[in-house]
């Protein structure tokens, strides 16, 4: 990856504002709306059946994304996640998808595969055993934590990659970013990052953010997992623990320049 | 508008800590809690059908207001919003309506429009496109920004005013506040401000606080807003970004003086 | 209460991080969260009816502990309350009950009753009003604020104890658990921290975690009300105001150690 082409989206996000429509869980709806801002994105929030049709012809209309994510999930949110996903494949609105929990309990993984099975999502991020858990392997997560090697992960990636026809963007120590034939591996980020709630959801959300203005979506999607590990990287350098993380790293999305991306990115 | 008696209208907060009860979205009941208690009211978020009229009918009892934000809706929150509002009006308890994305789909729009010609509120709080929305205009707002001009943004809010027989308070770069006749102008506040997710929800629940202690309406709105503003100013200038500024933000509205109201009050 | 003692349970949640399933309200969701994961515990919010008897499995089967906290209430999330405990008394796997609001509305108090008649949690945490909604008293509580004296406090949280058989957990000034015979004292913490939305759901939550590593429920309840007031003192030191008292919170409760709590710790 190259520093400026990571900044090119940045800046082509601050200039045009995409919206990005979050049919998202209650925990993260605060904080992702705020990275979505902080990085120069309008997240709009709307998850009733009446209107996600509605708001994601907007996205379609002034350019955009639609962001799923599971992690609080019930009946009728589900609904609104299929007509959401439908009115996108239509409008040619990326969808990200992040399967939270996907493989801790049969409800996740069912409705992941039930949504994904039926609809054409641009982009899939998740830890790898989310990630796993989309293959009818036997895999069983923890939570929403990931226990997969780094090996099994990348397969599992490329396998999941082919199966949905789509980009996986699988978050880790080292975040692989595979469209099934090619892979972008992106080393960045803090431990910290890890004790701060909804940083896996963030990582959906800007990916979002990068997939509206990004048609090559395997760049988009490696971008946005660069310019989270990095935000993480400069955040961490002034937080004393996950609370002040939390806030340097909104400030850091906020104030990211070329030298900053240059100075932290790896290989 | 004078330093003295925003600042008493504060000290009565402080003083009364009244109830404000908020049937709001998803998104900001944290950070509307926390930015209430910090101005020394008592935040309270009930959206059951089962219990509002109930808390309502504690705030008409102890002194308080009813907050009703439209922000992520649904059927069973718009019965519950319905019923709230009607308790609200015949209890007397003050109501401030925030239509948050009115314009954006016909739902929102439809709802705001049943909802405010059922019952009527004291006070509406949004931004131009919000309010212009509620007129039937053509209007299309992109998320929950506002897009209008001052000149347009101060007729519209007359218009509502009238239509609604309520004060109407419009925020922007100079926030608008009227009851159809006379007209304070607000021109406090950052620009980062905009970054922050909420924080015109926030405008809503604290002119929610103001208005449950101050009978004059208008003048409790037109406080409400400069306080926002001028405790988003003394943030600002603590603040890297729009992370550490939310913070610095609650710490302002708790702290908040006689000097630093003057300080900072523009004509 | 010993320093060690308190720290060999921190310890413990941060070597077994043990899966805290809350089935808790919507303002408190991501700041319990990050508080969990502060402290080293792994949080799960799940609310489904679909999923819930999965997910406290996986608390039984790992290690871990049902948080149900009551303050946004609406009837599916009873439903999914009254499965998810029923499995949890099944599997061994303890509760935390806080009812938030008991006493300020009849369908608080009444689902409070309820659930506690038909399963039997490990330790309910309250303040003193909620405490006694629970015992049919005619107490009544202003939202979610304690107006009890110390005394009747500790009367009533042994009567509490005797009558659902399980460990009283009362926070205020001074906080009293009792398991209706023995009686714990902690007095720590800062004026500041009823300034933040959610802190009381806050001990709730991190008194799952501790319920989690340390069978003697009774020193569980008390070595996490504990935590909370020394984290809430160390942070306090570093904040100009509940908004920067909330962060510095999370950081307390990453670095807490043992010089930490001796420093801070009252007879």
Chains 1, 2, 3 share one sequence.
């Not at 799923?68 to 609104?80: C, F, M, P, Q, V």
Request: charged share 15%.
């Amino acid at each position: 990856m190259q520093a400026d082409l990571i900044l090119a989206d940045v800046e082509a996000i601050r200039a045009k504002s995409p919206l990005v429509h979050n049919i998202t869980n209650y925990v993260v709806m605060n904080t992702t709306a705020n990275a979505l801002l902080a990085i120069g994105a309008s997240p709009v929030m709307a998850h009733s059946i009446e209107e996600v049709e509605d708001m994601v012809g907007i996205a379609g209309a002034i350019g955009g994304a639609l962001v799923i994510n599971i992690g609080t999930l019930s009946e009728k949110w589900i609904a609104a996640m299929d007509k959401a996903m439908r009115a996108a494949n239509e409008k040619n609105v990326p969808i990200v998808f992040d399967p939270v929990g996907a493989g801790a309990t049969p409800y996740r993984t069912d409705t992941c595969k039930q949504l994904l099975g039926s609809h054409r999502p641009s982009i899939i991020r998740g830890n790898a055993s989310e990630v796993m858990a989309l293959l009818n392997s036997d895999v069983t997560t923890k939570g929403v934590d990931s226990s997969a090697t780094t090996d099994a992960a990348l397969e599992t990636a490329k396998l999941v990659a082919d199966t949905y026809g789509c980009v996986v963007s699988v978050s880790g120590e080292t975040d692989i970013i595979t469209d099934g034939e090619k892979i972008i591996r992106v080393a960045q980020g803090h431990a910290l990052m890890t004790r701060v709630t909804g940083l896996g959801c963030t990582a959906s959300a800007i990916t979002g953010a990068f997939a509206a203005v990004n048609k090559d979506t395997l760049a988009a999607a490696a971008h946005a997992m660069a310019v989270m590990g990095i935000c993480g990287e400069i955040a961490a350098k002034k937080s004393a623990g996950p609370g002040t993380l939390q806030l340097h790293f909104y400030d850091a999305l906020h104030n990211l320049d070329l030298s900053g991306v240059s100075e932290h990115l790896r290989a």
